[in-house]
């Protein structure tokens, strides 16, 4: 529904729009529209021009909302319509691994995230040292069984001498 | 035994089943089901995926509610999951909008007995068009099957099988460090059709092979290791 609404503020080029024409365009209801547009503002996609209430015959005043679409708007409209690439690396695919797996060998997370066995000793060593991992037996010995002993979330936590994880 | 993800007939079919999935017609639902016996191989195979290509993967719990899925679903979507229910569901739906992913719920058999859990899966996918991979154990299909609306909306349903004896045969080239003659596949074959015991008896002939420095095992070697 976002996308639509993108696509419908983008039709009306460097001209000003407002919500009732959005809603129009969309087919959609008004609150609806008001929330997406409320976000493509938040965001600086769109710049609000003006509102002004208009009066109705019973109730509450509608609102009419007057907006101007940014240069940002088309470039994150045709961003998002292109199938976003993995940004993820080996790290990162290993910690949604782990997630998953709750217990684990080293080999398994060599096989299912396809990483040299170097790179998971690392990535094991240093959780363990940050206190995510922890080891069910000698580090090292082949077939020891891993833990997660805690789980911050999917956002791979920082461990002690990264200064960046993104 | 080699550090690679071995490919079977089942993970070449789950991975053709996924390839569709994902180059769909908008006009198509975009659910498929996966099944099979345990330690085939289902959970190990979708993870695979799901690293490679940038799925969510959802493990369901035998206790979970609507709710508490919704709460699961957002979170590994990366937000911050809402109080109200309603709001669960529109973050839900959002994040799947703005950054379309496969979702991967495992274990669905724990939901085939709540229909406002399943059908709240349904919403999702109907809402947010995006695709969502069912795995479940050896009879998910028949309980799924009661829900003629989800079950429709299948439009790719996978069996995971039994390895035949070229799965093993292809398996002991991919993955075993000793060469296994054909009696010695045959007898593993013949006792093992499930990947985690194939897998062990590919662990006992590298270690009988290190132990007697053969360079290649076959079923007398094995006969009697089990």
Known sequence: MLKAVMQACLSFGERFFSLTQIAEATGMERQAVRHRLWKLETAGLISRFRSQEIPAGRGRPAKEIYYRATSLLAKRFHEGNERPASKMNGWDRMWQAVRVLRRFTRNDLAQICGQKGENVRCFTTAYRQAGYLRCLGRPGTRGVMWILAKDPGPKRPPYKGETHVD | ?226
């Open chain 2, 1 to 226: 035994m080699k550090q690679i993800f071995a490919r079977t007939s089942n993970v070449t079919r789950f991975c053709a089943a996924m390839e569709r999935l994902g180059k769909r017609d908008d006009a198509l639902p975009g659910m498929a089901l996966v099944f099979g016996e345990p330690g085939l191989g289902k959970t190990r195979t979708a993870l695979w995926w799901a690293v490679q290509n940038g799925g969510v993967f959802i493990r369901t719990k035998k206790l979970m509610s609507g709710r508490w899925l919704l709460e699961e679903i957002v979170a590994e979507l990366g937000e911050s999951p809402a109080y109200r229910t309603s709001d669960l569901f529109r973050q839900c739906v959002e994040q799947l909008l703005s950054r379309p992913r496969t979702l991967i719920i495992d274990e669905v058999d724990y939901l085939a007995y709540d229909a406002r859990v399943l059908e709240t899966l349904r919403d999702i996918h109907d809402v947010a068009g995006t695709p969502m991979v069912f795995l479940g154990m050896d009879k998910a299909d028949k309980k799924l099957n009661r829900y003629r609306h989800l079950y429709d909306r299948f439009i790719e349903v996978v069996r995971f099988q039994q390895l035949t004896r070229d799965d093993v045969t292809d398996l002991a080239e991919q993955l075993c460090e000793v060469r296994l003659t054909g009696d010695a596949l045959d007898l593993i074959h013949a006792d093992a059709g499930r990947f985690r015991q194939v897998l062990k008896w590919f662990y006992k002939a590298e270690v009988l092979a290190r132990v007697n420095g053969l360079e290649e095992i076959a079923a007398q070697h094995l006969n009697g290791r089990k």
